[in-house]
């Protein structure tokens, strides 16, 4: 179920290519509680990694989470 919001909007937009990219079984990353540096150093590498088939999902998952860790305590 998808918020409301209004009809034509940019976010509605938006939302509606995040519901269709994850009917296709695609990656939509949410970057709006991320710093700079998790985002630059383990959101994008890892997810080329994971895009190119070098990782598997659960290996992106964990090492985004360990990144995460580390940049949050220090």
């Given at each position: 179920e998808q918020p409301t919001v209004?009809?034509?909007s940019l976010i509605a937009s938006?939302?509606?290519m995040a519901a269709q990219i994850g009917e296709e079984n695609g990656q939509v990353d949410f970057m709006s509680n991320t710093t700079s540096g998790i985002?630059?150093?383990?959101?994008i590498?890892?997810?080329q990694l994971l895009v190119t088939g070098k990782?598997?999902?659960e290996d992106f998952v964990n090492r985004v989470q360990a990144f995460y860790e580390s940049e949050?305590?220090?």
């Open positions: 209004e009809e034509g938006a939302l509606e985002y630059a150093g383990s959101i590498p890892e997810s990782i598997t999902g949050v305590n220090g």
